[in-house]
């Protein structure tokens, strides 16, 4: 295994970016004009690629201010229009899924099947978007008053603040985006410091969309800055809805000060995924189903699968053909054929890794393998590590947190309805997963695991975008995608409409 070089890593980046339809040179040239810069790195080496000038607040307020104006022409688009430009986005996005995934590689070291996998994630949404463009349904309902109808209505409800995390650097601005897109709204995004090039490339393409199609200009726009400008944004009145993806510390913060202003939000926070292997299952498609939800991604999804709660008959059976599994796994760069783990993030989530396995072992757990950090000779700043896998002897605080990174904390069970509130015993509720072939165990499962995505023989992780996506408890209750979240992007109206030419009150009240 070995890294490729810094040159290369530039090279592929310019011939992304430029194929998206952003220059990285004018981007990286261009004078921070006093906000300062961020540092454009690839997690692949560590190396710094570059620094893009970040937007300070009076930049933030005249891209609200742009966005706002920009609304005021685009809520007046019949919504089947406004489908269009989705429509022409996915189209884009299509042609240049392997630009983009590459970007993605870069940025957040993602092997290129799952960054091709992220924009089709965003190419899905598009479909769907298109589609319920002409079914954003209201209700008519019969009134108590002769001569009247009441209707309730949905309307373009302004401007949509985004925030996203390094680990889905363009998906989950597509998720909020074709959906706000095709309620009315406009959107700016502010995507985490470590994806500037994946969130201007993906905004390119969005831009050219929105030119091809005749849309109004600023229909999306990016904000690049630290998390005090993702503050300065979540505060601020001219954003009328904010969607944050990321840690439930950031929640907690983002949840108060909007309610404070009486503005909306949706939080996508951090998961605790857990699976129930029960002694029916078939261990063979559990095995492949826990591989791919834990170690996948380096461990780096909110839906990771982090706690295995395995039936005491097939715990050490499965554990042996589970560390047997990651023995197998190719870690190191993404770019190199082969390649199932790539590096993590950088230093600070290698380090909360060690942290927690300390953790773990003093709590009483035993290390079965992984944790180590390899590659190290290759380059200095990289951490590239070995999933880990830990027994343990229960469900002890450190299992409670969430580490974002490969560690899969095993524990055993006699019951299975204990083994269900062991699931649920966890400050977070995202997504969770029963491997059994009993009828029974699967519909207790769903009945009574409190995450927001349950699964029945399928890992925690790979949700498709028709389903609605999000979690319950410290996930934040928001859900994004499937069926009904583009209520979350539009304001509901009542409509009483009297035809009768009498003023009949409702509740039989009389007046003048
Ligand atoms: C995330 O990790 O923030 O279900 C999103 C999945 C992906 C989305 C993950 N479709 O794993």
């Known amino acids: 295994m070995s890294l490729p070089t810094q040159q290369q890593i530039l ?51 005249r891209k609200l201010d742009a966005a706002r104006e920009a609304f005021k022409q685009w809520r007046d688009v019949p919504a089947p229009v406004r489908g269009k430009v989705v429509q022409r986005w996915g189209q884009l996005l299509e042609e240049h899924k392997s630009d983009l995934g590459e970007l993605v590689t870069i940025e957040a070291g993602k092997i290129p099947s799952e960054a091709a996998g ?10 769907l ?37 390094f680990n889905f650097p363009v998906a989950v601005f597509a998720w909020n985006t074709a959906l706000a897109l095709i309620a009315g709204d406009t959107v700016v995004w502010k ?47 001219r954003v009328d809805l904010v969607s944050a993806t990321g840690s439930v510390a950031m929640g907690r913060k983002v949840g108060p000060v909007v309610a404070e202003r009486f503005g909306r939000v949706l939080l996508e926070l951090g998961g605790n995924n857990a699976a129930i292997v029960a002694p029916s299952a078939d261990l063979d498609l559990a095995l492949r189903g826990v591989v791919f939800a834990a170690a996948g991604t380096a461990g780096q999804r909110c839906t990771t699968l982090r706690r295995l709660i395995v039936h005491s008959s097939v715990a050490d059976d499965l554990v042996d053909r589970v560390a047997k599994a990651y023995g197998t796994l190719a870690i190191g760069s ?20 060690q942290n927690a396995l300390r ?14 950090r390899v590659l190290t000779d290759e380059a200095d700043d990289a951490y590239y590590v070995e999933p880990a896998v830990v027994r343990m002897p229960s469900q002890t605080q450190i299992v409670e947190d969430e580490t974002f ?76 995608s499937g069926t009904d979240s583009w209520q979350a992007y539009m304001r509901q109206a009542t409509n009483t409409i009297n035809y ?10 009389e007046f003048i």
């Open 191 to 237: 995507p985490s410091e470590t994806s500037s090039l994946s969130a201007i490339g993906a905004e390119a393409l969005l831009r050219r969309a929105a030119k091809d199609c005749g849309a109004p200009e600023n229909l999306s726009q990016v904000l690049l800055g630290d998390r005090d400008l993702g503050a300065a944004m979540v505060a601020d009145k």
């Open 405 to 480: 990174a490969p560690i899969l904390y095993v524990m055993e069970y006699d019951d299975f309805d204990a083994a269900v509130e062991l699931n649920n015993a966890v400050p977070q509720g995202l997504s969770s997963a029963v491997f059994t072939s009993e009828l029974a165990e699967a519909e207790r499962f769903l009945a009574y695991s409190d995450t927001g995505i349950a699964n029945v023989n399928i890992g925690t992780s790979g949700a498709e975008i028709g389903g609605a996506f999000g979690g319950n408890k410290e996930t934040g209750w928001g859900r994004e």
């Open 11 to 61: 090279e592929t980046t310019k011939k992304a970016l430029a194929a998206c339809g952003a220059d990285f040179d004018q981007l990286t040239s261009a004078s921070s004009g006093g906000a300062g810069s961020l540092t454009l790195r690839s997690p692949i080496n560590g190396a710094e690629l570059g620094q893009v000038p970040a937007d300070d607040e009076a930049a933030m307020g």
């Open 334 to 353: 993404p770019t190199d054929d082969g390649t199932l783990v790539g590096p993590l993030i950088n230093k600070a989530s290698f380090d909360a890794m």
């Open 359 to 372: 953790a773990a072992e003093e709590q009483g757990g035993t290390i079965v393998c992984g944790g180590k």
């Open 118 to 127: 992220e924009v089709q994630e965003m190419i899905d949404i598009c479909e």
């Open 129 to 165: 978007a298109l589609g319920q463009s002409r079914q954003l349904f209201g209700k008519t309902l019969p009134s108590e008053r002769p001569g009247h109808r009441l209707m309730e209505t949905w309307h373009p409800l302004g401007v949509v603040g985004i925030i996203t995390a």
């Open 500 to 509: 009768s030419g009498e003023l009949p009150l409702a509740q039989g009240v």
